[in-house]
């Protein structure tokens, strides 16, 4: 089984802190990316990786960064972090290829910035 | 770009079939997904359909598509308390083999 793991399930940080979220998968997917997900909201894609020290931006990456320098993992980090960045922080990993492509989740950080 | 949409909330009996509803904007989305969350969960793949079928069953799961309408159901029959959760629907754009856009995710509850 796939197994995507991230390093805390709740986090409270200081506004200004900065913050780093870490994810590592098992399976020697290609590609990880970091969600944020909000109540009526859904899933934002936040950065996405396809590679080792590649990287893209997805729809909301102001005030987020990201960086890949194993295959397996993959981190997120707040440089300076704001009470809007309050939210359920999701990872996932998948393959690459054409064709139907599952994305693997981990439990998430429900991340509280006071 | 792509928008998917979902309603929020579907409250069901335990025993009733339920009918999960999302329309999505981009007609050249390839595959159609959902997923479904259980609390203090990630998500899980539940399953998918390419955007050539018109239906899909897999146990209790019937997946409808009608691609003219840009419409997507997941359809859960004999629906059991387990079944409360977060369900999404997530479309795969043609010009991308990675990105997947989800809709806001609609919570069943089933009441005994």
């Known amino acids: 089984d796939v197994k995507v793991t991230q390093s805390s399930r709740y986090l409270v940080k200081r506004t200004g802190e900065k913050v780093f979220l870490e994810c590592v998968q098992d399976m020697d997917h290609e590609n990880m990316f970091w969600y944020r997900q909000d109540p009526g909201l859904g899933l934002r894609l936040i950065y996405f990786s396809y590679d080792v020290k590649m990287k893209e931006k997805g729809d909301i990456p102001e005030g987020y960064s990201v960086s890949r320098e194993k295959k397996e993992r993959f981190s997120l980090i707040l440089e300076s972090a704001s009470t809007n960045q309050t939210s359920m922080y999701l990872c996932a990993s998948s393959v690459s290829g054409g064709g139907a492509v599952t994305q693997y989740f981990g439990p998430g950080t429900r991340l509280t910035v006071l | 770009g792509e928008d998917v949409e979902q309603s929020l909330f579907l409250s069901v009996r335990e025993g009733d079939s339920s009918v999960i509803n999302c329309t999505y904007t981009?007609?050249?989305?390839?595959?159609l997904y959902w997923y479904k969350q259980e609390p203090g969960a990630g998500l899980q793949l539940l399953t998918y359909i390419f955007s050539n079928m018109d239906m899909k069953q897999d146990q209790r799961l019937t997946v409808l598509l009608n691609k003219k309408d840009k419409h997507l159901s997941l359809r859960i029959a004999d629906t059991q308390t387990g079944d409360s959760a977060i369900y999404f629907c997530a479309a795969s754009p043609m010009d991308s083999s990675y990105k997947l856009i989800f809709g806001s995710g609609t919570r069943l509850l089933v009441r005994p």
């Open positions: 981009d007609s050249s989305s390839t595959y």
